[in-house]
């Protein structure tokens, strides 16, 4: 299977910061990685599909990249919706590994 | 308007069995494949199975041999059988539409249903 790593674990912020989170898979996944945001008691969100393409209705300030086996999510000026908690996820084979997630908090 | 209402959750003893079902609406489910995660309290995601549009079939290795997703087209339902169940199979569980007939990203989610594995 293939496994994917997310780092940091937990990240500190404040509104209106610049923030990145990478994600690392075990081996080559292309570009088949999607982003997700998930706040407490509820489901997650799609964010980013294909490593870099932002899905409808998504603020702009979020963007994707990467390819291979080391991607990137970055909020460009952190709003007081942001912080949830935010999973990387492969789909190159099925078995669709996530990471292990993000905790944004202010 | 897709939608996905996930049913069944509840409270099981170890090496009982519980059926999940997952009503779609405003999409066709041999068009999509379909998907249960799970998310244990406190925990990440994590894949449990999928059925492709083609009607193919994938399980992670946690539960290969006690769980089996199948659907009812005629019905919108995609259920997940489950037995033998361990105390680590407690989680809220979702189901999630794929974007396409085969492996790629969620796009829609249902909202979750618990599943409590306790004596």
């Known amino acids: 299977d293939i496994q994917m790593t997310q780092s940091p674990s937990a990240l500190s912020a404040s509104v209106g910061d610049r923030v990145t989170i990478t994600c690392r898979a075990s081996q080559s996944i292309s570009r088949w990685l999607a982003w997700y945001q998930q706040k407490p008691g509820k489901a997650p969100k799609l964010l980013i599909y294909d490593a870099s393409s932002l899905e409808s209705g998504v603020p702009s300030r979020f963007s994707g990249s990467g390819s291979g086996t080391e991607f990137t999510l970055t909020i460009s000026s952190l709003q007081p919706d942001d912080f949830a908690t935010y999973y990387c996820?492969?789909?190159?084979?099925?078995?669709?590994?996530f990471g292990q997630g993000t905790k944004l908090e202010i | 308007e897709v939608q996905l209402l996930e049913s069944g959750g509840g409270l099981v003893q170890p090496g009982g069995s519980l059926r999940l079902s997952c009503v779609v609406s405003?999409?066709?489910?041999?068009?999509?494949?379909v998907t249960w995660v799970r998310q244990a309290p406190g925990k990440g995601l994590d894949w449990v199975s999928v059925?492709?549009?083609?009607?193919?079939?994938y399980y992670a290795d946690s539960v290969k041999g006690r769980f089996a997703i199948s659907r009812d087209n005629s019905k919108n339902t995609l259920f997940l059988q489950m037995n033998s169940l361990r105390a680590e199979d407690t989680a809220v569980y979702y189901c999630a539409k794929s974007a396409s007939v085969g492996a790629t990203h969620f796009d829609y989610w249902g909202q979750g249903t618990l599943v409590t594995v306790s004596s």
């Open positions: 996820q492969q789909y190159n084979s099925y078995g669709y590994t």
């Open positions: 059925i492709t549009g083609d009607g193919l079939t």
């Open positions: 405003g999409f066709t489910l041999s068009s999509y494949a």
